[in-house]
């Protein structure tokens, strides 16, 4: 039996680092012959990424795995530019990649029984390692952590960019629609992902959207069952073939949660979500990334008081004077809330800070998730069937935003087309209480037509993985293509 190793490389921010260690663990788990190594770029995005992999490294990795942490590059330092800053990591992170891969072909010719090296996965936006290939002569793919529509979105807004001559940092302030192949309607073209409104950031968004179309094949994190239109709109003789493997997210009781400390704060979340009735819930959690300054949050409060449902709130602090640094936790609640909320809410709700978010998703109390809308956070909510109440923060969330309200028809809106981008214009983008308390109760008192919906595709998202699924057929044509060439 042929052995092969697949070695994967993730953007360095956590969301994508852990759909990446959770591809890895699918492949090999999948087929006895596949190895599989993740390596991890270092300085990473955020500090959670440390605490992430320091409980990998302590969990038990299925056989035929590894993940490996990358030599620190310097002198990366954060106050280069976002967008220069991922191309600096990568250009540094060459030579370590070039020598740890050479390493796997030392071994395979001192004994031709270890795993050959067959080839790469990238993620969507470290693809300009691909440049490491040259002296191997193995094929390369991609993986997206976000779902087939952003990928159909990035090639047709290049498209228009590098064919029609289109400006699109003008779509920022834009009242136009847009038609894209890969949605069925017509988008508000200010929803798009706010890489293109700046210069520097869609130099990066166009570069990355080109280099998709050299690689052998796209897999990307959703299923036939939940994307078919933005799937079937990829088969169009020009993107490479795509292999819609997903739903792949964290599953409870995997342990290596990246902000995980077992300590009583878990215990006590759990044993607080044990006291409610199922499905009355409403827990808001706004990714790794998410948080609001003083006046946004005493917003929110004012409305989960005057909405009486029960609520559980993950508070994250923002970074201070604006830096561009994850959330950390407060030291006292009291210090950002409306004066006397903790006391007239202890009944119905709790505050607390980092959210072991599986494991709450999973819980029977739970009715409702306002998200930000972040594609991990979608698949995960999607698989234990609990509807979103949308406020997208950043990034690509809008559009996901849109894709769950307009294009799919579940969960409802709090808010499609805010954008905190980290406050950097220095301007406050404020939803008053009365929208978050009328998003609340309709996310709790959401139709049967809609609720029926979401538990069909809550069922459609674990089969597509099983045996026969969509996901688990699409996973046996990537793996044999993978090893083919080997022949």
């Not at 997210?249 to 979500?273: A, C, Q």
């Amino acid at each position: 039996m042929k052995k092969a190793e697949a070695v994967l490389i993730p953007l360095p921010a956590i969301g994508h680092i852990v759909a990446v260690v959770e591809m890895a663990k699918l492949l090999a788990q999948r087929d006895d012959r596949l190895y599989t190594t993740v390596l991890v770029m270092h300085p990473t995005v955020d500090p959670n990424t440390i605490n992430y992999m320091e409980s990998i490294t302590a969990s038990t990795l299925p056989d035929r795995m590894r993940v490996i942490n990358l030599p620190r590059v310097e002198p990366i330092t954060s106050d280069i530019e976002p967008n220069k800053w991922l191309r600096s990591l990568v250009e540094g992170q060459k030579t370590h990649v070039k020598e740890y891969v050479s390493k796997i072909r030392t071994q395979f010719e001192m004994n031709p029984n270890s795993p050959r090296l067959a080839g790469f996965i990238f993620d969507t936006f470290a693809a300009r390692m691909k440049d490491v290939l040259n002296e191997f002569g193995v094929p390369w793919y991609v993986f997206s952590a976000s779902g087939a529509a952003f990928i159909g979105n990035m090639l047709h807004l290049t498209a228009l960019h590098d064919e029609q001559g289109v400006d699109l940092t003008e779509l920022k302030n834009s009242e136009d629609e847009l038609k894209i192949p890969c949605l069925a309607s017509p988008i508000p073209a200010k929803l798009v992902p706010s890489m293109v409104f700046e210069k520097d950031s869609l130099t990066a968004f166009l570069e990355h959207a080109r280099l998709l179309t050299e690689a052998r094949g796209i897999l990307i994190n959703t299923f036939l069952g939940f994307e078919s239109y933005a799937i079937n709109s990829l088969s169009d003789g020009k993107t490479p073939p795509v292999y819609p493997v997903g739903p792949i997210v964290k599953h409870v009781g995997d342990g290596g949660d990246p902000m995980s400390d077992e300590s009583t704060n878990y215990r006590d979340i759990m044993e607080w979500l044990n006291d409610h009735p199922p499905l009355s819930v409403v827990f808001l959690c706004f990714g790794s990334w998410g948080s609001f300054k003083e006046k946004q949050v005493k917003e929110i409060a004012i409305a989960l008081e005057h909405s009486g449902h029960r609520f559980l709130w993950s508070l994250r602090k923002p970074s201070q004077n604006d830096e561009i640094q994850s959330p950390s936790d407060y030291e006292d609640f009291q210090s950002i809330l409306p004066q006397g909320f903790l006391d007239r809410t202890a009944k119905i709700g709790k505050v607390i800070g980092w959210a072991p978010q599986v494991e709450i998703l999973s819980h029977s109390a739970v009715g409702g998730f306002a998200s930000h809308c972040g594609w991990n956070s979608i698949l995960e909510s999607l698989r234990f069937g609990v509807p979103i109440a949308t406020w997208p923060l950043y990034a690509e969330q809008q559009f996901n935003a849109f894709m769950l309200i307009v294009e799919l028809g579940f969960g409802v809106e709090i808010k499609m087309d805010y954008r905190s981008e980290f406050n950097w214009d220095g301007n406050e983008n404020i939803i008053s209480a009365g929208e978050i308390e009328r998003g609340v109760r309709c996310l709790m008192e959401l139709g049967s037509e809609k609720v029926e919906k979401l538990k069909g595709l809550s069922g459609k998202s674990r089969k597509a993985l099983e045996n026969g699924g969509s996901s688990f057929t699409w996973l046996g044509r990537f793996i044999q293509d993978l090893v083919d060439h080997l022949s």
